[in-house]
């Protein structure tokens, strides 16, 4: 079936960086566009970033633009989110999502970024 799994999350110390992973299955992961979406604890769902389908296009929210880099391997099936320069307020729950606007995303990774 369609899946998407996050991993790499954990906690960090301002400043420092983590690599968050989305496995993905059960689709043709090539065709489609995907994003990182997070949700801070008691806030909003955010969208972070967005990556065409071949990888040629990025597309990254203010918040993180210079900080995080969005990559895929359509190889493996695998998206990644590089994160460094990471500060208190990126603290949130992590998903990757298929597509521009689908609802369709994994359970998502935990960060926590301490000071």
């Known amino acids: 079936q369609v899946q998407l799994v996050e991993s790499g999350g954990g906690s960090v110390q301002a400043g420092g960086s983590l690599r968050l992973s989305c496995a993905a299955s059960g689709f043709i992961f090539s065709n489609y566009f995907m994003r990182w979406v997070r949700q801070p604890p008691g806030k909003a769902e955010e969208w972070v970033a967005t990556i065409s389908n071949d990888g040629s296009k990025t597309f990254y929210d203010d918040s993180v633009e210079g900080r995080f880099t969005i990559s895929r391997d359509n190889g493996k099936n695998i998206m990644y989110l590089q994160m460094n320069s990471l500060k208190s307020e990126d603290t949130a729950l992590y998903y990757c999502?298929?597509?521009?606007?689908?609802?369709?995303r994994g359970p998502g990774t935990q960060v926590a970024v301490v000071s």
């Open positions: 999502a298929r597509g521009l606007m689908e609802p369709l």
